[in-house]
């Protein structure tokens, strides 16, 4: 059972906005194998969808013929370029250019603790609601679909699994939220997870 206190973050905008402007101190989060090297800076918009019955997810799936994660479930957003002056900025600008959703339907509540993942990279996940009505032009060379799954999928923890495989030769482990047919894992899924604790979650 989800706890109360995420139940009513879950099912309340304004419970996110409380939570956001008390934000708790958070460590960063690490995957497996993420503990040495250098990491390319990245950021991912976490857009919560303020629909009458319930919040959503909004998430993408991307293409695949990409050559990076194909058809994997994921946030839009991406690296961030010289121009980008803020990891609010590479957010914004990567939704409107994956999603064409338009960065003034969305309401920026704040940041959730980086996550460093085991290829490489350094994820600034920004958690922003998205106001409707809105229209997605999605980019087709790399989105294949975009889709809402309700919040309170992900703050169940029956819904958080740990699975396990080899990657360059070293088994690791990672989380998976699977939800009609989507096979939502990764550092999609680690984000995810990351938001639960951020809302009070154990």
């Known amino acids: 059972m989800i706890e109360k206190k995420l139940m009513e ?3 309340d905008a304004e419970g996110l906005r409380r939570r956001f402007v008390d934000a708790p101190e958070m460590a960063p989060v690490r ?3 993420s503990h040495r090297g250098e990491f390319r800076p990245a950021a991912v918009l ?3 969808v303020l629909r009458p019955e319930r919040l959503a997810v909004l998430l993408t799936r991307r293409t695949d013929h990409l050559h990076h994660h ?3 479930i994921s946030f839009p957003g991406g ?3 010289k121009a980008d002056v803020s990891a609010v900025m590479t957010a914004l600008r990567e939704t409107e250019e994956e999603t064409g959703l338009d960065p003034e339907r969305i309401e920026l509540l704040g940041e959730l603790p980086e996550y460093f993942t085991g290829t490489g990279f ?4 920004v958690v922003g609601l998205v106001h409707p009505p809105f229209e997605l032009k999605l980019d087709t060379f790399e989105v294949a679909e975009a889709f809402e799954v309700p919040l309170a999928h992900f703050l169940d923890p029956a819904n958080h699994e740990r699975h396990t495989m080899e990657y360059q030769g070293r088994m690791r482990q990672y989380y998976a939220m699977p939800y009609k047919g989507y096979f939502i894992w990764g550092a999609t899924a680690g984000i ?3 938001l639960y604790r951020f809302l ?3």
């Open 9 to 11: 973050a879950a099912f």
């Open 31 to 33: 995957e497996d194998g």
């Open 46 to 48: 976490v857009p919560v």
């Open 70 to 72: 194909p058809g994997q």
């Open 79 to 81: 690296r961030v370029e």
């Open 122 to 125: 350094r994820i600034t996940p």
């Open 192 to 194: 995810l997870v990351s």
């Open 200 to 202: 009070g979650g154990s």
